[in-house]
């Protein structure tokens, strides 16, 4: 039966999907076994609808299986006939367009395990739009045509404008930093000059943070930092592979001072060349492995 559906006269295969399997040496054989008696029949009742195979699976070594169908009267699209999912019932007819997802609110195409009610369905839904459907579907072509313009144009000018300000920046950075600061001296308004340098003081102070904690990542990565933990009021330290245990006394000096420091500061706080205070019982220093002095 697969085969006669495909040589029917106005079953065709589309030319993008013809394309493809010529480039991969594929050929059509056959059509889906759920789908083959509805196309078939609907093919054979309505000689003037064409249906295009728009869509394939694998079958058998080069070959390729119909199971995507667009039904088309004088150039206009009818309809879809192809394969959904329905739990338990596993894969099913599914016939849809615009009149058929209009009626349905769980789903935009109706879907059957029977052939003789895909058929019927097919029969009452296909058909050329009337005035009322075609004035319906172009205003909600026109809409998304009017309510996308903006947005693209608006995202076109961002684009330049982006490169613009990046270029900018960059002159300001470089050439025109002098320039800048002798701007924000002697010709900005006092608010926007205390906004500007606050910002710059700001930016100055992160990257130095950021640089830190990046020390202070890298070197946790490779095992390079000394992880210390409180314990009853001893210390576990471990540096690489080892873990050594101390006390206040023995605790090395420099590492004894950077934990004074850093349990001045909040929890997950980092401090230049001196490590991070995980929480008040864990610390991640930054150690000079090659001269680790104990406590005196």
Request: charged content about 30%; aromatic content about 6%; hydrophobic content about 40%.
């Amino acid at each position: 039966m697969s085969m006669n559906t495909l040589s029917l006269s106005n079953v065709v295969i589309g030319e993008d999907l013809q394309k493809t399997m010529d480039k991969e040496g594929m050929k059509m054989t056959m059509v889906y076994d759920i789908l083959d008696p509805v196309v078939s029949r609907l093919a054979t009742l309505n000689p003037l609808w064409t249906f295009v195979v728009v869509n394939s699976g694998h079958g058998a070594g080069n070959t390729r299986v119909a199971c995507g169908f667009s039904v088309k009267l004088d150039g206009e699209e009818l309809g879809q006939i192809g394969l959904s999912y329905m739990g338990h019932r596993g894969r099913v007819i599914s016939i849809s367009n615009d009149r058929i997802g209009k009626g349905r609110q769980r789903s935009d195409s109706y879907r059957t395990v029977d052939a003789d009610k895909a058929i019927l369905m097919a029969k009452k839904m296909f058909g050329k739009m009337n005035p009322s459907e075609r004035i319906s579907k172009a205003r909600d072509a026109a809409e998304r045509v009017v309510s996308r313009a903006s947005w693209n144009k608006e995202r076109e000018r961002t684009n330049h404008q982006g490169n613009i300000k990046n270029e900018m920046l960059a002159w300001v950075e470089t050439k025109g930093h002098a320039m800048f600061l002798e701007y924000l001296k002697t010709e900005a308004i006092p608010s926007l000059r205390f906004k500007v340098t606050n910002a710059m003081e700001k930016v100055e102070l992160l990257d130095t943070e950021m640089r830190t904690i990046e020390k202070v990542q890298e070197d946790f990565s490779n095992n390079k930092t000394a992880l210390v933990v409180k314990d009853l009021g001893k210390y576990l330290v471990k540096i690489g592979d080892n873990v050594e245990l101390y006390d206040d006394n023995t605790l090395p000096l420099d590492m004894r001072m950077k934990m004074g420091m850093l349990k001045l500061v909040e929890d997950e706080q980092y401090l230049t060349d001196v490590g991070c205070k995980v929480s008040s019982e864990i610390f991640v220093l930054l150690v000079d492995l090659t001269n680790v002095s104990e406590g005196v």
